[in-house]
């Protein structure tokens, strides 16, 4: 937990480059309270001098006092909010970039146990709370507070006695507004985690639509939302409640203030201790203060709500990233492919994946892994992608420790086509491009044709140029595998990994996959995970996963001959042939 004063220091960070921003605006403000003074200290002579005792040239003079006055405040008021405002908005455009590209930086475990709705809503609606929160603070702070501390001030210069009377009040106001900011802060953070909540709710409603529809769960799926949204209402209505309690409350107080000053104001007066100008130059001081001294209090409430956003928005600049380049990185180049993991041992969380694997791999060598469902392959590979690091145990690429090597060079080594088939929401070719922005037309085409992607894509009335649709759904899971294989093959890493990358292409196109495959695994190391083992069999060394342990390895036959684990799945999947 940030502490407040911390969370200043860090807002203060990125207000400071547009500090002349700020000194601009507190200059307007220091012309809006000048002004409200004046107007209060023009009172006096206006009573005594023109009403009470008739003089003409005050007459002449006053409308061009009064005119003069409200120009100069209203220059100075679009100043001061406008130079605020400005800075408040490129300050926090700032937080938001740099949360952006902080999330990116976290690691995997990080979006294992985040919602993508959560993270969505950090991004966009506490950053745009604090976003509207600050710069009501920032203009209330400056104008409001400049603008109360000279009325007070002329108040007092006129006849400190009865300002003392009229302000009396306003400490006494101060408790119930504290009390009031306390609630609000705890209400505004309950509704922003339950709009946190609301966004994963829609976040996933609409990824997972097909399964919505399928399953016709459409209604359970609003009552959800509804639910949520209720959640996110009850607190909202709460500040909305505390919020507008504020203002009475004041209201109610500075009645008692000017009735105060009224009464003895009176008695005053008419006991010939002052004047009638006098009297309503302080009436008026107090009737000017109102409105900031409203909007002051108001304003401890914009500021428990800034607070509360700015909480959820640093608590994730404090999540650090877990995988990170150590202090002195090795930068590969081009690897040959050499992949060594010794010992090696993995958790997620406590129960182990992984348990002591241990396998040299040749550059050039194709390597399969196959094994039940949560065996543990596609954590295996994914240790070498460097997603998690090794609980024990080490992985070298070409005799380096993979934490020595820049994640970028490593990444630059390692091509991956997951069995989520996943496209960007872009054309073909630039999803073809991805990641490689260099790449030629003609490279694209290549990469296609070796993943027999090429045909269809031509098929396509806009060719290369169609649009993909969100996740690609607009595109068969066949295809999209295939665009997914000729998008790694463009990377042309060294070591290139398939998870289950074959798994949804009929047995033809897999057949035709798996030559131009193995044309390009000629050059590179390659891991291959499949449950259909006549993808695999033709691999240099099969290793067979079992709950995390090697319980087999070697070539397709001698495997066979071993009649294990391996010889067990064989035999399912080829009884009738
Ligand atoms: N992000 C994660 N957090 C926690 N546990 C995980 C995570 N990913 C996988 N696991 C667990 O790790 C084990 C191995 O999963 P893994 O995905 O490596 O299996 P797999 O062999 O690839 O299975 P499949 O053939 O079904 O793809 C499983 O028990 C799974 O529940
Ligand atoms: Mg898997």
Request: net charge positive; with cysteine.
């Amino acid at each position: 937990m940030i502490t407040t004063r911390e969370l200043y220091q860090r807002l203060y960070v990125y207000i400071r480059p547009h500090w002349w921003r700020v000194a601009l605006s507190m200059v307007a403000s220091l012309g809006i309270a000048a002004t409200d003074g004046a107007m209060v200290k023009l009172v006096q002579p206006f009573v005594d001098r023109l009403i009470v005792a008739g003089e003409r040239e005050m007459l002449i003079l006053a409308p061009f006092l009064i005119i003069g006055l409200q120009l100069a405040k209203g220059i100075s008021r679009f100043a001061q909010e406008y130079y605020i405002k400005s800075a408040g908005q490129l300050a926090i455009q700032r937080i938001r970039n740099h949360l952006f590209e902080h999330i990116m930086g976290l690691s995997m475990r990080f979006y294992g146990r985040t919602p993508n709705g959560v993270l969505m809503s950090k991004v966009m609606n506490d950053v745009g709370t604090m976003q509207s929160a600050t710069a009501e603070v920032l203009v209330g702070v400056m104008r409001d507070a400049v603008s109360l501390v000279v009325l007070i001030g002329v108040a007092f210069y006129t006849d400190w006695k009865m300002a003392a009377i009229a302000f009396l009040s306003l400490p006494i106001a101060a408790f119930p507004a504290a009390k009031i900011g306390k609630k609000i802060k705890r209400h505004a953070r309950s509704g922003q985690a339950a709009i946190g909540d609301l966004n994963s709710v829609l976040e996933q409603t609409f990824s997972g639509i097909k399964v919505i529809k399928a399953f016709g769960t459409e209604g359970q799926e609003t009552r959800r939302f509804s639910f949520e949204n209720n959640r996110f209402l009850s607190s909202v209505r709460k500040v909305i409640k505390y919020d507008a309690m504020a203002a009475p409350f004041i209201e109610v107080l500075t009645g008692f203030g000017a009735a105060a000053v009224v009464w003895y104001g009176m008695q005053r007066v008419i006991a010939g201790e002052m004047s009638q100008g006098q009297l309503f130059s302080v009436l008026a001081a107090i009737m000017l203060m109102y409105a900031p001294f409203k909007r002051l209090t108001k304003l401890n409430n914009y500021m428990q709500l800034a607070i509360s956003a700015a909480e959820r928005v640093f608590d994730v600049f404090d999540e650090k990233p877990e995988i990170v380049d150590a202090a002195e990185t090795v930068s590969l180049g081009r690897a040959r492919g050499a992949v060594t993991f010794a010992s090696v041992s993995f958790a997620y969380d406590r129960d182990p994946v992984l348990t002591d694997f241990s396998l040299e791999v040749q550059p050039g060598e194709v390597i399969a892994f196959v094994g039940p469902s949560g065996a543990g392959k596609t954590t295996l590979v994914g240790l070498l992608s460097r997603f998690y690091d090794p609980t024990s145990g080490r992985i070298l690429l070409d005799g380096h420790d993979l934490r020595q090597i820049s994640l970028a060079s490593l990444r630059r080594n390692v091509a991956l086509v997951d069995q989520e088939t996943f496209l960007f929401n872009d054309t073909i070719a630039n999803n073809l491009r991805y990641g490689v922005p260099e790449a030629t037309e003609d490279q694209v085409r290549e990469a296609a044709r070796l993943a027999y992607a090429d045909d269809f894509i031509q098929q396509f009335p806009e060719g290369y140029a169609t649009d993909v649709g969100q996740r690609g759904l607009r595109i068969s899971g066949g295809q999209r595998q295939r665009l997914c294989i000729a998008r790694a093959l463009l990377r042309d890493a060294p070591v290139l990994i398939l998870d289950e990358a074959t798994s949804a292409l009929d047995t033809e196109s897999e057949a035709m996959v798996q030559k131009a495959l193995a044309n390009l695994m000629q050059n590179r190391t390659t891991f291959v995970i499949a449950h259909r083992l006549s993808t695999i069999m033709n691999a240099d060394r099969i290793i067979v996963l079992d709950g995390g342990r090697v319980v087999g390895c070697g070539t397709h036959q001698q495997l066979l001959r071993e009649d294990g684990l391996y010889r067990r799945l064989y035999d399912m999947q080829f009884q009738d042939s």
